[in-house]
Each structure stands twice: as structure tokens, then as C-alpha cells.
């Protein structure tokens, strides 16, 4: 089976701009959380997406928005990019909304704002 | 709210050495708990997971976490570190929604040869 895939690996923009961010999940999953990992910090929860509707969302203002599409792949855009923005963006599937059942992470997109 | 504190930014263990990551957790119910490590340019992967019962759980490359509901950790210990478990570690609390994982700073352990 195929884990988690995230495209692309890396990628720069400029402050204002906005930039989409893609997942595919794993075979059978059909849940979604996406995570912000700033340098040096933790991953924070920006929201996940299960059966293609949000199913919860962290702290992250509106301009963070997503979808999740019937083959449960799914989307990250990010509006009016910040300085702050830069971080690695993690996704993970799942089987389950909930977190007992397991986490599947990729490997993130390291993002950069300029 | 739902909180996790590693107190070690960083640790450095010689090779062969015993090997314990400190995790403090705040949470107003039974919690799920995990530990999760992270290699330089990869996502994150589990080591194990705490949900009810024995509150020794065994994970996986030979580590180990004992929940201790009384000093509110979850402490990982793994009794002889080898060079590939150098890598940064992460403490993580499940929400009572079930849906999010609320992750600790990280703990980044070195092994010296």
C-alpha cells in the first residue's frame, strides 16, 4: 500500500501571494488533518477534513482553507501568504476522524515565504 | 485547553547509553497519549500510543512509555540508544474531540559514538 504523498517537496513565494499545497492520503483512508511545524517548534493542528467536510479546525485564521475531494486526496491554500507562514506543512491520513486510530504522515512541504 | 511540555530542547547520549525523554501533559480527562520521531527532512512516524490498560506500552525500534496519571507524564525510555535514533521526539495528547493531536516542543537527541 502507498503511504501518505505531498507535493510539492519545497517551495518559495512572495509575502501577498498564495500557494496551494497538496496531499494524496493513504490507500483506504478517509480522513485528513493537515499541521503547521514552524522551525524548531511542534506541529499545530490546522484543520482536518473527513468524508469532504471540515471536521474541526485549530487556530489559524480564515485564509487557511482546505478541501478534501471523493478520492479523499486533499488541499491546503493559504491567501495572502505572511513572513510566518514559512514552516513545514504536514498532512496525515487516517481510517478514522479520531486520533486513536492512527496517524499517517507525510513527509511535508517546506514552505518559504519571502 | 490541552497542553504538552517536553522539558529537554536537547539531549546528547553515548551510543549503548540508556536513554529516558521527559513528556508532561495537561488534560481534564483519561488522555491518549503518543510519541512520535521525526528524522531531518521527513514526516513524522509512531512509536507508540497510549489509550487505557497497562500503563507500560512497548513500541516500536525497542522503546518503551509508562503513563503515570499522578505526575501527569509519559515518559519514553529506550535502555541502549544506537546512531539511528538520532532524531527529533514528540509528545502528543489527543483531544477529546478525537480529532487533533496537540504536540509538545520536541526533544532533539544526539548520540555520540
Known amino acids: 500500500e502507498t503511504g501518505v504523498t505531498q507535493s510539492p517537496t519545497h517551495l518559495i513565494k512572495t509575502r501577498g501571494q498564495q500557494v496551494t499545497l497538496r496531499c494524496s492520503s493513504q490507500s483506504g483512508h478517509n480522513t485528513v488533518s493537515w499541521y503547521q511545524q514552524a522551525l524548531g517548534q511542534g506541529p499545530q493542528f490546522i484543520f482536518q477534513?473527513?468524508?469532504?467536510?471540515?471536521?474541526g479546525r485549530g487556530n489559524f485564521p480564515p485564509r487557511f482553507s482546505g478541501l478534501q475531494f471523493p478520492n479523499y486526496s486533499s488541499e491546503l491554500n493559504v491567501n495572502a501568504l505572511e513572513l510566518d507562514d514559512s514552516a513545514l506543512y504536514l498532512c496525515?491520513?487516517?481510517?478514522?476522524?479520531?486520533?486513536?486510530?492512527?496517524?499517517?504522515f507525510g513527509s511535508g512541504t517546506r514552505l518559504t515565504v519571502v | 485547553a490541552q497542553s504538552v511540555t517536553q522539558p529537554d530542547i536537547h539531549i546528547t547520549v553515548s551510543e549503548g547509553a540508556s536513554l529516558e525523554l521527559r513528556c508532561n501533559y495537561s488534560y481534564g480527562a483519561t488522555p491518549y497519549l503518543f510519541w512520535y520521531v521525526q528524522s531531518p527532512g521527513q514526516g513524522l512516524q509512531l512509536l507508540l500510543k497510549y489509550f487505557s490498560g497497562d500503563t507500560l506500552v512497548q513500541g516500536i525500534k525497542g522503546f518503551e512509555a509508562e503513563f503515570k496519571r499522578s505526575q501527569s507524564s509519559f515518559n519514553l525510555r529506550k535502555p541502549s540508544v544506537h546512531w539511528s535514533d538520532a532524531a527529533e521526539y514528540f509528545c502528543?495528547?489527543?483531544?477529546?474531540?478525537?480529532?487533533?493531536?496537540?504536540f509538545g516542543g520536541g526533544t532533539r537527541l544526539m548520540v555520540k559514538p
Open positions: 502528543a495528547v489527543g483531544s477529546q474531540a478525537g480529532n487533533m493531536l496537540t
Open positions: 477534513y473527513y468524508r469532504e467536510e471540515e471536521n
Open positions: 496525515a491520513s487516517s481510517s478514522s476522524q479520531q486520533v486513536n486510530y492512527g496517524y499517517t
